[in-house]
């Protein structure tokens, strides 16, 4: 997070930590279910955006709240946020578990997004290919799981056994577990209400994703009024930290200096 301020806030009593950078048009990027990667890949959208990257609730550096057992407890907890920190009209992003967040906090109050993008996201249930489960993996199978070359997560873990980095870990997968435990797929009924999403919207996929496969994105693509589909060949899940074209295609997007599809476009 080298340049971003940090900041606390107490929404619903829980203290929640939100990081800024830059100025311009608010950009908030809503994380996925692990957060040891870091976001350096948002360092160049400061450079054109005001940047505001929260930890959600049982993730990082904000507190834990038990009482959130569902993913629309965090999209209404984001629209706290958002009201907190005195944002009107923003730009929105959300990656995975963080790209269901941005689609269902969109649905609620599709006025306040702008533009949307949605970076491999989850939430929506498709049943064939399935969507892979992190929560039930080996640890073996993890790394191939989340990366297209699973040797490009070495830098992101520790060396040996770190105690610190475990607990991170397990923190953020039982807070993912309280609102995935019953509907580890996602929410039947997100489909049904993508029609809401009338605002532009960017989907960025890796093309070899095991946890949410690319034949997803055309569920996406049928369901959203106004998309477009970038897909990155070399990377999978986390694909952010696989190639740095998924963070261009996010900032081109929002600054429409570039193309919205590379492929897929919807006719």
Same mark, same amino acid.
């Given at each position: 997070?080298?340049?971003?301020?940090?900041?606390?806030?107490?929404?619903?009593?829980?203290?929640?930590?939100?990081?800024?950078?830059?100025?311009?048009?608010?950009?908030?990027?809503?994380?996925?279910?692990?957060?040891?990667?870091?976001?350096?890949?948002?360092?160049?959208?400061?450079?054109?955006?005001?940047?505001?990257?929260?930890?959600?609730?049982?993730?990082?550096?904000?507190?834990?709240?038990?009482?959130?057992?569902?993913?629309?407890?965090?999209?209404?907890?984001?629209?706290?946020?958002?009201?907190?920190?005195?944002?009107?009209?923003?730009?929105?992003?959300?990656?995975?578990?963080?790209?269901?967040?941005?689609?269902?906090?969109?649905?609620?109050? %599709?006025?306040? #997004?702008?533009? $949307?993008?949605?970076?491999? +996201?989850?939430? !929506?249930?498709?049943?064939? &290919?399935?969507?892979? *489960?992190?929560?039930?993996?080996? %640890?073996?199978? #993890?790394?191939? $799981?989340?990366?297209?070359? +699973?040797?490009? !997560?070495?830098?992101?873990? &520790?060396?040996?056994? *770190?105690?610190?980095?475990?607990?991170?870990?397990?923190?953020?997968?039982?807070?993912?577990?309280?609102?995935?435990?019953?509907?580890?797929?996602?929410?039947?009924?997100?489909?049904?209400?993508?029609?809401?999403?009338?605002?532009?919207?960017?989907?960025?996929?890796?093309?070899?994703?095991?946890?949410?496969?690319?034949?997803?994105?055309?569920?996406?693509?049928?369901?959203?009024?106004?998309?477009?589909?970038?897909?990155?060949?070399?990377?999978?899940?986390?694909?952010?930290?696989?190639?740095?074209?998924?963070?261009?295609?996010?900032?081109?997007?929002?600054?429409?200096?570039?193309?919205?599809?590379?492929?897929?476009?919807?006719?």
């Amino acid at each position: 997070m080298a340049g971003f301020e940090r900041h606390e806030l107490t929404l619903g009593g829980i203290r929640t930590v939100v990081h800024t950078k830059g100025e311009g048009t608010p950009l908030v990027f809503l994380h996925g279910a692990g957060t040891f990667t870091g976001f350096s890949f948002a360092q160049d959208w400061a450079k054109t955006h005001r940047v505001i990257i929260p930890y959600h609730p049982g993730f990082g550096e904000s507190d834990d709240d038990k009482r959130i057992d569902c993913i629309g407890d965090y999209a209404l907890h984001c629209l706290d946020l958002f009201d907190a920190l005195g944002l009107g009209q923003i730009h929105l992003a959300g990656y995975s578990f963080g790209g269901w967040m941005a689609a269902e906090t969109a649905i609620l109050q %599709p006025e306040r #997004v702008a533009k $949307l993008a949605l970076i491999g +996201p989850a939430g !929506l249930v498709v049943r064939d &290919p399935p969507s892979g *489960d992190l929560l039930s993996a080996h %640890p073996r199978d #993890v790394p191939g $799981l989340l990366m297209h070359h +699973p040797e490009k !997560l070495k830098p992101f873990m &520790p060396a040996g056994h *770190d105690i610190e980095f475990l607990t991170l870990r397990y923190r953020e997968q039982t807070a993912i577990a309280r609102v995935v435990w019953e509907k580890p797929s996602g929410n039947p009924k997100l489909e049904r209400w993508l029609h809401r999403l009338r605002m532009p919207v960017q989907l960025v996929w890796g093309e070899h994703d095991r946890l949410r496969p690319l034949a997803h994105a055309q569920r996406w693509l049928a369901a959203l009024p106004d998309a477009r589909l970038a897909v990155l060949p070399d990377a999978g899940h986390l694909v952010l930290e696989e190639t740095t074209e998924a963070a261009q295609h996010v900032i081109g997007f929002f600054t429409g200096k570039k193309p919205r599809a590379t492929k897929g476009k919807k006719p």
